[in-house]
Each structure stands twice: as C-alpha cells, then as structure tokens.
C-alpha cells in the first residue's frame, strides 16, 4: 500500500502554466495573445512596470497576422522566436534565449510539434 499522507494545502507564489487546445482556425493564438497581454498590462501594473512578453511561435509565422491588433486596448507588440526545427531542445534554447532578454511572460504559439520533431 501506497505511504500518503495528508498535509495542509498553503498559498505559495507560483508561475502560470496553461494550455489552449481546439481545433483549426477555433481562435487559439489570438485567445493566447489576449491573455498574454492582459497578465503584462497586470504586471506592469502591479510592481512591475517594466515587464516584457515575448513568443515562441512555430506556426508558419501566423502570431504576424496579429501584429498591431489591439482589441483590449493593448497593441499586440512582441518579440518572436520562430521556429524551424520542433526538438525539445530547439524550444529550450528558445525559452533560455527570452530568459536572457528577461521576457516576463512567454506565450508558445504551437507545443504539439514538439512530439513530432523536426
């Protein structure tokens, strides 16, 4: 039998994690870049007001058609690293090459290709 124990959950600081998933042409990279910038213009407002975003985007460069949109109020405006190659370690030195430009909040415009590879 399993050793579980049962212990008091408690609020940490944690970062977001989330997936959108649907089909073809259902709205997920514009549903992702709402958010997107809606959590920066949250952090900037909140003690962090040099908060950047950035993206990793393997779409065939599709996030370009939403460049300038701004259905909040906020300019869709960002950074993207393109992707030609989906290894693991292609989104790694993705993610460590925003990490370095201290991009805040990083939006994965296409993970599924990640499975598949090159």
């Known amino acids: 039998m399993a050793n579980l124990q049962l212990v008091q959950a ?33 952090l900037q407002k909140n ?10 985007e393997t779409e065939h460069e599709s996030i370009n058609g939403y460049i300038g949109d701004s259905p ?3 300019p869709f405006e960002l950074p993207c ?10 989104y790694i030195a993705a993610l460590e090459l925003l990490a370095k430009n201290k991009i805040d909040v990083v939006i994965i415009d296409g993970l599924s290709q990640a499975w598949e590879g090159v």
Request: aromatic fraction near 8%.
């Open 10 to 42: 408690s609020r940490t600081k944690m970062r977001l994690r989330m997936s959108i998933d649907g089909p073809a042409k259902s709205g997920k990279s514009y549903t992702v870049l709402r958010l997107g910038f809606t959590l920066l213009d949250h």
């Open 47 to 56: 003690g962090k007001p040099d908060a950047k975003i950035g993206a990793i």
């Open 72 to 74: 909040d109020g906020i």
């Open 81 to 90: 690293v393109f992707l030609k190659s989906f290894s693991p370690l292609e």
